[in-house]
């Protein structure tokens, strides 16, 4: 079977498991099988197709989005990313879903308290498994193994379209808002 058609048949099952866009952790745990055994075909998604970001570029990962509705509803991207990926604690304002399919990315997932976040659990996404996220939830993400990696990132929303994701900026004590993503390659 070919990339698209593949991708097109895996959004076509998670769309009709959302009946209506609603979406509870049970719903999650379904569209992350459908991502889990889309992400078994590794040949199809393979860092020659999803290159890396070159080393010493600015930016560590690279966002290639391969499915989003025109109503730029369920937004499936591949990241292909280095080691040097530290981000904030963070939400994303939609449901939120990470399935591996090369290399180590390590989650950390949080709870708010009166000043900030705490850590609640961790856990590395990699081929074979995946974490999954209802809007409100906080996780960060870390990249740091000797081989590049590659993951599915799926959102209910477009990341163009999400304009209020917090993040806890540790400097400061202080939640701001991520601006919205702006470096998405088409590979639709
Ligand atoms: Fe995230």
């Known amino acids: 079977m070919n990339r698209r058609s593949a991708v097109e048949s895996t959004v076509d099952r ?17 569209i992350k099988f459908e991502l889990l055994s889309l992400a078994q075909q590794r040949e199809l998604f393979t860092q020659h197709d999803f290159a890396p970001p070159t080393p010493g570029a ?32 963070h939400n994303h304002t939609t449901w939120a ?3 591996g399919i090369d290399g180590d990315e390590m989650n950390r997932f949080y709870r708010r308290t009166d000043d900030g976040v705490e850590i ?6 990699r081929a074979g498994n995946g974490v999954a996220m209802m809007p409100d ?5 870390h990249i740091h193994g000797t081989e590049p990696i590659i993951n599915f990132h799926m ?20 939640w701001k808002v991520f ?6 390659r088409d590979a639709r």
């Open 14 to 30: 998670i769309r009709r498991l959302t009946k209506n866009n609603d979406v509870d952790p049970s719903c999650l745990m379904a």
């Open 58 to 89: 600015k930016r560590q990962s690279c966002l290639y989005r391969i499915a989003e509705d025109s109503d730029h509803r369920f937004a499936l991207y591949v990241n292909s990313a280095r080691a040097g990926v530290d981000t904030p604690a």
């Open 97 to 99: 879903i990470i399935v």
């Open 120 to 125: 609640t659990h961790t856990e590395t996404v």
């Open 137 to 141: 939830d906080l996780h960060s993400i």
């Open 155 to 174: 959102y209910g929303l477009g990341l163009e379209q999400l304009h209020a994701r917090q993040y806890f900026e540790a400097e400061t004590s202080q």
């Open 179 to 184: 601006p919205p993503h702006d470096d998405i």
